[in-house]
């Protein structure tokens, strides 16, 4: 396997709420390498969105260590952050919390590309439609409001904004748990040709083993801030080692049935 592009270390994280301390994150160890999608699955409040959230630095850690690309992500600061930013990109479930809802598609892809100085203004129409046509939407639909299109456009158009900065790794947070069957598939194909054409890795996060085995190469699963279990996916699912992976299988009669 390809020297790891993202490597995760004994991270840890408290919260302190109403008296009472939860371990989000107790010594969580992973590594992604270039091509391969790892998910993250787990209860929920097993921690997934924590870690997911101190890999963009969105969530301040207590201790541990995230290498990626060869840099130390927790030392970056100012322009130095800002540009690994850029290469690591994330898609969260509900995009239109992540969106202004009265922002159009064509400003929502354009703020990445001013931002990130990834194409000049006057290139940025032409490169607009391109991502809109990467992700399988027509270029028309630059000119209408977030709250105007559907759900699964607007997971399309949340994924164009993430592949709009040619991004090294892309974070998937529960990314199509929100889209009803039909439309979910639709977005994983999406994922899996967009992985095929340009071998960007992903951390994807679910709690349906159905997707996971449909997605991911590898999985950890995280129970209390602990990863209990790590392997290949197909193995991990067709045969569970911990009580937790267990529980998850058992409470996913489909793909037993499948299997
Ligand atoms: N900002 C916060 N303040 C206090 N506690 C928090 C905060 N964020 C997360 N937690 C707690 O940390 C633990 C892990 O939460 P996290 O959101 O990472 O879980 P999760 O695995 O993503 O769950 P879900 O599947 O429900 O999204 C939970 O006990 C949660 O209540
Ligand atoms: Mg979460």
């Known amino acids: ?64 260590d995230i290498h990626f690309d060869g840099e130390d992500l927790l030392g970056l600061k100012g322009a130095r952050l800002r540009a690994v930013r850029a290469r690591l990109q994330m898609v969260f479930q509900d995009p239109r919390a992540a969106f202004n809802p009265r922002a159009t598609v064509a400003r929502v892809l354009d703020d990445p590309l001013r931002i990130h100085g990834i194409a000049p203004r006057g290139e940025r129409p032409e490169a607009i439609a391109q991502l809109l046509q990467r992700v399988g939407l ?58 095929r054409s340009e071998n960007i ?4 996060i679910s709690h349906d083993l159905g997707v996971v085995r449909a997605i ?13 279990e790590t392997g290949r996916a197909a193995e991990v699912i067709a045969n569970p080692q911990s009580d ?10 489909k793909l037993r049935h499948r299997a």
């Open 1 to 64: 396997m390809s020297a790891p592009l993202l490597v995760a270390s004994n991270l840890q994280k408290r919260f302190d709420s109403r008296g009472r301390t939860v371990a989000a994150l107790d010594d969580v160890n992973f590594e992604v390498a270039p091509g391969e999608t790892l998910a993250l699955v787990g209860p929920s409040g097993s921690g997934k969105t924590t870690a997911a959230r101190a890999l963009m630095r969105l969530t301040e850690l207590d201790g541990g």
């Open 201 to 204: 890795p992903y951390l994807f």
């Open 216 to 228: 991911a190469h590898r999985v950890a699963i995280m129970d209390k801030g602990r990863i209990v």
């Open 138 to 195: 027509s270029p028309d639909l630059a000119s209408r409001a977030i709250h105007e299109i559907s759900g699964g456009q607007r997971q399309r158009v949340a994924i164009a904004r993430a592949i709009a900065t040619r991004p090294r790794l892309i974070v998937l947070d529960e990314a199509v748990s929100a889209l009803d069957v039909s439309v979910r598939g639709q977005i994983l194909e999406l994922l899996l040709d967009l992985q």
């Open 244 to 253: 937790t992976g267990q529980a998850l299988v058992a409470a996913a009669p």
